[in-house]
């Protein structure tokens, strides 16, 4: 249970830096509030959310799962080739057509 609400608290961090960075807002614990409202705001926000979370129906594993497949699916529609040539330097030349990694 401490190391679940201790992962809301980090996640919270990493998401507010990201989307701080993203807008080019403020972005670091050592401002006040009033200094970087955006960044405080995420925070606030992504902890209320990983909080409430925990009380809701929802398997995490199962969430998880589906969140690999939708980031597979992802990375496949963008013609991610890191994703291709990744595996096709663990097995070989893999069939259909032929891409340059």
Known sequence: ??????????????????????????????????????????????????????????NPIQLLVWTAVINVRDRADNGDDDAYCDKQNRNGPLPGPSRSC
Request: aromatic share 14%; charged share 5%; glycine share 14%.
């Open 1 to 58: 249970m401490g190391t679940g609400l201790l992962a809301i608290l980090v996640l919270a961090g990493s998401a507010g830096y990201a989307v701080a960075e993203l807008f080019g807002w403020p972005s670091t614990l050592e401002a006040n509030f009033p200094q970087a409202v955006g960044f405080y705001t995420i925070v606030l926000a992504a902890t209320v959310i990983g909080f409430a979370m925990g009380f809701l129906p929802l």
